[in-house]
């Protein structure tokens, strides 16, 4: 099984700063790998998969880089909506695994 | 508009059995692999199982296996999960979820879950 650890656990920033949030898996997944927002009360939302490909609807400020084991979702500049969990999500080799999750939230 | 409706959730006994179902509407149910994935009380997501559109590969995480089972009526546009031997660490909110495509293996649609509690 292909662990996924994130990084960092939370991070406190401020509207319209920029977020960089990390993903590492134990083994190369090649490009396959996606993100997901996470609310209170709401399902996940699919952002990014294959590493950089924003899913429909996916506001541009979401944007993803990386390969093999190191992976980064960037937020460009932070709206009141984006405050919430992020999970990385291998789909590279089944079983399919995510990330403990990033809480970005409010400073 | 694609929509993921569960049901079936609640509270149940350990060792005991729930089934959980998905309606679905808004895509082409009969080609897409379907899939369970699970969030326990303040924790992440853990993916349980999922199903071909054909039914012919069903896949399950290791913490279910042998316990659950993950069914289809496409005639019904409806996915299945039966859960047997139920354990608290089960408990946990279940949605339904799509694949975005046959070869892509993230979930672009989620129901809005069903809970299950496992507790005596």
């Known amino acids: 099984e292909i662990v996924m650890t994130q990084s960092p656990a939370s991070l406190s920033l401020s509207p319209g700063e920029k977020a960089t949030l990390s993903c590492r898996a134990s083994q190369s997944v090649d490009s396959n790998l996606a993100w997901y927002q996470s609310k209170p009360g709401q399902p996940p939302r699919l952002l990014i998969y294959v590493t950089s490909t924003r899913a429909t609807g996916v506001p541009a400020r979401f944007s993803g880089s990386g390969s093999g084991t190191e992976f980064t979702l960037t937020i460009s500049s932070l709206q009141s909506e984006d405050f919430a969990v992020y999970y990385c999500q291998q789909h590279y080799n089944w079983p399919w695994t995510f990330g403990q999750g990033t809480e970005v939230e409010i400073k | 508009e694609v929509q993921l409706l569960e049901s079936g959730g609640g509270l149940v006994q350990p060792g005991g059995s729930l089934r959980l179902s998905c309606a679905a509407s808004?895509?082409?149910?009969?080609?897409?692999?379907m899939a369970w994935v699970r969030q326990a009380p303040g924790k992440g997501l853990e993916w349980v199982s999922v199903?071909?559109?054909?039914?012919?590969?069903?896949l399950y995480a290791d913490s279910v296996n042998g316990r659950f089972t993950i069914s289809r009526d496409n005639s019904r546009n409806t996915v299945f999960l039966q859960m047997n031997n139920l354990r608290a660490e089960d408990t946990a909110l279940y949605y339904c979820?799509?694949?975005?495509?046959?070869?892509?293996?993230?979930?672009?649609?989620w129901g809005q879950g069903a809970l299950v509690t496992v507790s005596s």
């Open positions: 199903i071909s559109g054909n039914t012919y590969v069903t």
């Open positions: 979820t799509k694949y975005l495509r046959r070869d892509v293996a993230v979930f672009d649609s």
């Open positions: 808004g895509f082409t149910f009969d080609i897409t692999p």
